[in-house]
């Protein structure tokens, strides 16, 4: 009777009981935040340090019972992050002299959010790195950075980018310095000397290396140890905790690692910064990591305190922490073990160390994990993707014990695939997606027993490209004369990345293999049936030229294996020159226990040596690559 009589009641009732019933859930809505989330001021969220630590917290709670607790910003709050806008000048603006850009209390000041500044520094070599550095930030909405230009060339294209850059005076090379080099170990002293300038101005320094990239924000972490005067990341790759709590200290056993680490502007950190200084300019065959490292081990011990996982070190008084190489990541933690995942953790950052093939090798490793900032026309290629679906036989994978013979065939079977996907690729002058990599043991520079001991490392694994190729050679520019035409690459994750253009995504063609002479399986070009081509196996290099002349178009050819795919090359010079490039491309396995040389050169023809087995070179003599 009563929803009878509302419902013929007259319409100014209905509008006057919405209002009634709309303002009661308002109100008691805005009451119960305002209880939750306490803010002096309702028409903006600041949340400082302090305000943060009294909201919502996550508790995890490590091996030995205590609860390290990180502040967690309130649901509202998150989901009003805004992408920091960069300040793009215009392009009739005139380049300000050099003298704006030097590195000022006032400059840190104006980037500087809640006492804390972000830096890092480069070369022009690695403005693709600082970009995609730049960009994740920026992605995690955090503004407060800097960025230290160490040539004009960098400093130009960084400013009429928008990005906040000053000028380290470094006068410095635009090149890949290399690491080890005494040019790389300048950009060390000039790491130390940055710390010491800054730390002065009163403000707390998160220092990056341009080669790590930020997955998620640090500064609540960092927040939540208002204690440390310094937290630095670490090359430990065997876990000490299991959950985001400081690594345990007296487990720690790897090298404090300075491309990730946090000062606060504290009596004793200055004085370590000053120190560390002042041992690297007195002599400059020092590796800053290594100086850092002598003086941060005068003295370690005792705990700071039972919970925070602190420690007393350097001089008694400076109270470090270890950040934990499970969610501040190395390269052999993220890429290798992929320990986060594993322990059910979120990664606050990656570190590309614990890798090969020079600078290349580290972009494709970032790239594998689809963190790399490239341009569009990265995505679409001239010519398009040339992709395949890899054959592993259970047995190669999983069968028998993993040891250096077994990895190696479970090896050289995907490298004859991916020989053979080259030699189409560059018939077809088509840019290759690499296939991802499966490794029975690992790959270090010193002996090991195919995995390290204690780590979280799984036989068999997802490898990265550089443990078995020379991602360096593969890019490296070679006279076409000689080694015939280029093969350009790109990583296997770059066909489900989201930045990958629609048109390409669109535009793909399957290859389905097929016996020659059975039903639908003959050379044609107009033989497509939903997008799927059946395609003869063993066919020459005249087919290929045949068919797939007609879908030069097509952005995507996907092949469903390349197992017996290629019959080989009729122009013989072209065979002799193809066979020449690729040759380069594979690298070594290290290192055999007991054994002088201890490496093993892969080698991409290895199915044509009938001797062929995979052990060190035995003299010095057959120390050298297959080639």
């Known amino acids: 009777m009563a929803c009878e ?62 609860a390290h607790v990180v502040p967690s910003v309130p649901p509202e709050a998150r989901n009003v992050k805004t992408r920091p806008i960069l300040n ?62 160490m040539d004009t060339k960098l400093l130009e294209a960084l400013y009429w980018k928008g990005i906040p850059v000053f000028d380290m005076g470094s006068h410095m090379s635009t090149d890949d310095v290399g690491w080890g080099s005494p040019t790389f170990h300048k950009m060390g002293r000039e790491k130390v000397i940055l710390i010491n300038l800054i730390l002065p101005f009163g403000y707390e320094l998160l220092m990056c290396d341009t080669d790590m990239v930020w997955l998620k924000n640090p500064l609540p972490y960092l927040a939540s140890y208002p204690k440390a005067d310094v937290l630095t990341s670490s090359d430990q790759v065997v876990p000490t905790v299991v959950d985001d709590s400081l690594e345990i200290w007296q487990e720690v056993g790897a090298a404090y690692n300075i491309g990730i680490f946090h000062w606060r502007p504290t009596e004793s950190a200055k004085k370590l910064a000053k120190e560390w200084k002042e041992l690297l300019l007195a002599d400059d065959k020092i590796w800053d990591q290594n100086g850092f490292n002598d003086i941060v081990h005068r003295q370690l011990g005792p705990s700071v305190d039972e919970d925070s996982g602190l420690v007393y070190a350097y ?118 997606v690499m296939p991802p990599l499966w490794c029975r043991i690992d790959r270090l520079w010193f002996p090991h027993p195919g995995v390290l001991d204690g780590s979280m490392t799984r036989q068999p694994f997802l490898c990265p490209l550089d443990h078995v190729f020379e991602v360096n050679a593969m890019l490296k520019e070679l006279p076409e004369e000689e080694f015939g035409p280029g093969i350009d690459i790109r990583e296997y994750s770059i066909l489900d990345n989201p930045i990958l253009p629609s048109e390409v995504k669109k535009s793909w063609l399957d290859v389905q293999l097929c016996k020659d002479g059975t039903q639908d399986c003959f050379a044609s070009n107009n033989t497509t049936v939903g997008g799927v081509l059946k395609f003869p196996r063993h066919s020459n290099e005249e087919r290929y030229m045949k068919v797939f002349s007609s879908f030069k178009d097509i952005k995507v050819i996907q092949f469903s294996s390349m197992q017996d795919a290629f019959a080989g090359f ?58």
């Open 315 to 432: 001089d008694g008084n400076l109270k470090l922490g270890i950040l934990p190489s499970s969610i501040f990541c190395s390269g052999h933690t993220y890429f290798v073990q992929a320990m986060y995942q594993q322990l059910r953790l979120e990664p606050y950052a990656v570190h590309t160390t614990f890798q090969y093939a020079g600078t290349e090798g580290k972009r494709h490793r970032l790239r594998e994990a689809m963190v790399f900032r490239d341009p569009p026309e990265y995505y679409n290629p001239p010519g398009g993707f040339l992709s395949f679906k890899p054959s592993i036989p259970k047995s190669l994978l999983l069968s028998g014990k993993h040891t250096i013979e077994s990895h190696f065939t479970l090896v050289n079977y995907q490298m004859k695939q991916i020989r053979t996907a080259l030699a189409i690729a560059s018939l077809l002058n088509r840019t290759l």
């Open 88 to 149: 793009i000048p215009p392009r009739n603006k005139k380049m300000p002299s050099l003298n704006t850009f030097r590195l000022t209390e006032e400059l840190v000041q104006q980037r500087v959010k809640d006492n804390i500044i972000i830096v890092t520094f480069g070369n022009y070599a690695f403005m693709d790195f600082i970009l995609t550095w730049v960009e994740q930030l920026n992605d995690l909405g955090v503004s407060n950075y800097l960025v230290g230009a």
């Open 5 to 66: 009589e509302v419902a013929h009641s007259r319409p100014l009732f209905l509008t006057i009981y919405t209002i009634v019933f709309v303002g009661v859930v308002f109100s008691s809505l805005y009451v119960f935040s305002a209880i939750r989330y306490p803010s002096t001021n309702a028409s903006t969220w600041s949340l400082s340090n302090e305000d943060v630590r009294l909201t919502e917290q996550t508790l995890n709670v490590s091996q030995s019972g205590n």
């Open 570 to 627: 009729s122009d013989k010079e072209r065979e002799d020159r193809f066979r020449k490039r690729v040759k380069r491309y594979p690298g070594i396995w290290c290192c055999v226990l007991d054994h002088t040389p201890g490496h093993i050169y892969y080698d991409m023809y290895w199915d044509e040596k009938p001797e062929w087995k995979p052990i060190p070179p035995q003299t010095s003599a057959d120390d050298h690559p297959p080639w």
